[in-house]
């Protein structure tokens, strides 16, 4: 199984090594790059891609700015030199970032866990997740689960009859569970469309429990809104 990749950073430097990079990765198919976000928008259109090496900071489009206008957003990989960009970068459910300079050790263990993702995203439907809990795995049912809490290093599956702890980030949640069923709606919450009880003017009530929805997921609020009142 190959990923088709392209990558998006002003500086041609850049771009060499991400190619050198690239290169190295069995399962990876590096199938254009450009110098210019602008230009692949038409191919990002005409093509299929699955992921995107993108540069934050660039002179006509920041990359937050340039997913954000997409219609359809493949995978994304944040390869830039501004470390500040990192929290803007992942509410936006980024895969990974990249800080340059970056190593091809590091690079690959990107490539792995969108390969993984990928994977999970394209495999057969399943009705459950295993959840990594300590040195364990749990099998949980999807229809089980309310919501999903980030707390600090952790996020915790908040499910109909108990609370399990798990040791990840909130984005590597959001890239296993099926997003037809579940959506970020804050940079600590994800939630089960089907377990909305109620919508009031910037919350969501499951279960008993006021779900804050932050600024930055206005438009998926609005989407919320007309997912469970239709």
Same mark, same amino acid.
């Given at each position: =199984?190959?990923?088709?990749? *392209? ?9 060499? @090594? ?11 198919? #590096?199938? $254009?790059?450009?110098?210019?976000? &602008?230009? /692949? ?6 093509? !299929? +891609?699955?992921?995107?090496? #993108? $540069?934050?900071? =660039? ?5 937050? $700015? &340039? +997913? ?6 493949? =995978? ?17 459910? /980024? ?54 809490? /980030? ?10 009859? !108990? ?6 980030? #909130? @984005?590597?949640?959001?890239? *296993? ?5 579940? *959506? ?11 377990? *909305? ?7 969501? &009530?499951?279960?008993? &429990? ?17 997912? @469970?009142?239709?």
């Amino acid at each position: =199984m190959n990923l088709k990749a *392209i990558a998006i950073d002003d500086e041609p430097k850049a771009l060499e @090594v991400v190619k050198a990079h690239a290169a190295k990765v069995p399962f990876l198919e #590096l199938k $254009d790059c450009f110098t210019n976000a &602008f230009d /692949a928008i038409p191919y990002l259109q005409k093509n !299929k +891609i699955d992921l995107i090496f #993108l $540069d934050i900071k =660039m002179p006509d489009i920041s990359g937050i $700015d &340039f +997913i954000k206008c997409l219609q359809k957003v493949p =995978m994304v990989i944040f390869t830039t030199a501004y470390s500040e960009y990192a929290v803007q970068g992942f509410e936006l459910d /980024a895969l990974d970032y990249l800080l340059k300079p970056f190593s091809l050790a590091r690079f690959t263990k990107s490539c792995n866990k969108a390969l993984d993702i990928f994977t999970l995203r394209n495999g057969e439907n399943s009705d459950f997740i295993f959840i990594k809990t300590g040195y364990q795995e749990e099998k949980v049912f999807l229809n089980e689960i309310l919501y999903v809490e /980030a707390e600090g290093s952790y996020v915790s599956f908040i499910l109909k009859n !108990k609370k399990l702890l798990s040791r990840q980030s #909130l @984005v590597d949640v959001s890239l *296993i569970l099926p997003q037809n069923q579940f *959506i970020r709606v804050h940079r600590s919450y994800i939630i089960a469309l089907n377990k *909305i009880e109620k919508i009031s003017r910037q919350e969501l &009530f499951i279960s008993g &429990f006021s779900v804050p929805v932050g600024a930055s997921y206005e438009e998926k609020f609005n989407e919320i809104r007309l997912r @469970v009142t239709q």
